[in-house]
């Protein structure tokens, strides 16, 4: 055997190499990601560990025990638990939660996609989109106290009401009543701000797409579905997401808008599980009950994650690329 051939057949082959270099850490570019992954997301970790993660756990634990907010803790087990869905007033405030979750959504989603849809080809469609989502610029607490003066009886719902030769209208504020305006308030309060986001998400279709459908002779239903969902649906999930976490948090609008019947507490008929914790834990109008009202805030957590989670596959479809 030459020098040469013993050269040639000592040498690694291409092929091996490329598989040693795999097996040693991928290729230089993931050995660069790999090692600034600690330094950059290593603080942030860190940061969301203290101030998010351990504290939520240090709330499972509270939710076990009897406690007033000062002094030793009594464990009392599941018995917080146990109270609550015993409790009337909470499956009351756990319901109202729900309708807000569903009822509210589904009409938020249905009018936000048909705004998208007649303000596609809108001409000044970004003036329209901003005024839409102005509502959401606006605290809650802003329109809570708003609709108190809008809806009393002497508001002005009434007086144009007058104008029309009506002469006895509903009383807006009454306690029956006043759960759907809440309703009504929430889905105009926030349907400007879904819309913004499926109008983003439709915007980024090719218009080649469209000319394609008219050219081959679809109609307005097909384009919607064979084209204008598909290709928006990881929106609609985002976006169904979204307002699962915030339906479940939603406190300010029921607080000031129950507040303005002079009352200083909403009614309960209007309170949702954010407010009914609040009003356990905060009152003061009796002993703080924080192991009661923590565990009120983990059934949310416990509620959010369930429902995020069969979002997530309900909604889940393969990538489209365009």
């Known amino acids: 055997m030459t020098e040469t051939a013993r050269l040639i057949g000592s040498r690694p082959s291409a092929g091996s190499t490329s598989r040693t270099g795999r097996r040693a850490g991928g290729n230089a570019i993931d050995r660069a990601r790999k090692k600034l992954f600690v330094p950059f997301v290593g603080p942030a970790f860190l940061f969301y560990t203290i101030l998010f993660i351990v504290p939520a756990l240090y709330a499972v634990w509270i939710s076990f025990n009897k406690w007033a907010g000062a002094g030793p803790m009594e464990f009392v087990g599941f018995k917080n638990y146990v109270r609550l869905f015993s409790d009337k007033l909470f499956i009351q405030s756990f319901v109202n939660t729900l309708l807000l979750l569903f009822v509210v959504g589904i009409a938020i989603f249905v009018i936000a996609f048909g705004l998208t849809l007649v303000l596609r080809d809108m001409v000044g469609r970004k003036v329209a989109r901003s005024v839409i989502f102005f509502p959401h610029l606006v605290n809650a607490m802003?329109?809570?106290?708003?609709?108190?003066?809008?809806?009393?009886?002497?508001?002005?719902?009434?007086?144009?009401?007058?104008?029309?030769?009506?002469?006895?209208?509903?009383?807006?504020?009454?306690?029956?009543?006043?759960?759907?305006?809440?309703?009504?308030?929430?889905?105009?309060?926030?349907?400007?701000?879904?819309?913004?986001?499926?109008?983003?998400?439709?915007?980024?279709?090719?218009?080649?797409?469209?000319?394609?459908?008219?050219?081959?002779?679809?109609?307005?239903?097909?384009?919607?579905?064979?084209?204008?969902?598909?290709?928006?649906?990881?929106?609609?999930?985002?976006?169904?997401?979204?307002?699962?976490?915030?339906?479940?948090?939603?406190?300010?609008?029921?607080?000031?808008?129950?507040?303005?019947?002079?009352?200083?507490?909403?009614?309960?008929?209007?309170?949702?599980?954010?407010?009914?914790?609040?009003?356990?834990?905060?009152?003061?109008?009796?002993?703080?009950?924080?192991?009661?009202?923590?565990?009120?805030?983990?059934?949310?957590?416990?509620?959010?994650?369930?429902?995020?989670?069969?979002?997530?596959?309900?909604?889940?479809?393969?990538?489209?690329?365009?």
Request: with cysteine; charged share 10%; aromatic share 14%.
């Open 142 to 322: 802003i329109f809570g106290v708003l609709a108190g003066f809008i809806f009393n009886p002497g508001g002005l719902v009434n007086t144009l009401l007058g104008g029309f030769g009506v002469t006895d209208p509903p009383a807006w504020l009454a306690h029956e009543n006043m759960f759907p305006l809440i309703m009504v308030m929430m889905t105009w309060i926030t349907t400007g701000y879904f819309t913004t986001i499926l109008m983003a998400g439709v915007d980024r279709i090719p218009p080649y797409f469209y000319e394609d459908c008219a050219l081959a002779g679809a109609n307005a239903w097909q384009r919607l579905r064979y084209v204008i969902l598909p290709l928006t649906w990881d929106v609609f999930g985002t976006c169904a997401v979204l307002w699962t976490i915030s339906s479940v948090k939603i406190f300010e609008i029921v607080w000031v808008f129950g507040g303005s019947t002079g009352q200083g507490m909403p009614p309960t008929q209007t309170w949702t599980v954010a407010v009914y914790t609040y009003v356990t834990a905060f009152s003061g109008e009796s002993i703080p009950a924080y192991g009661a009202a923590t565990a009120s805030a983990v059934l949310s957590l416990a509620l959010v994650s369930v429902l995020v989670v069969l979002l997530r596959r309900a909604l889940k479809r393969d990538a489209v690329e365009f």
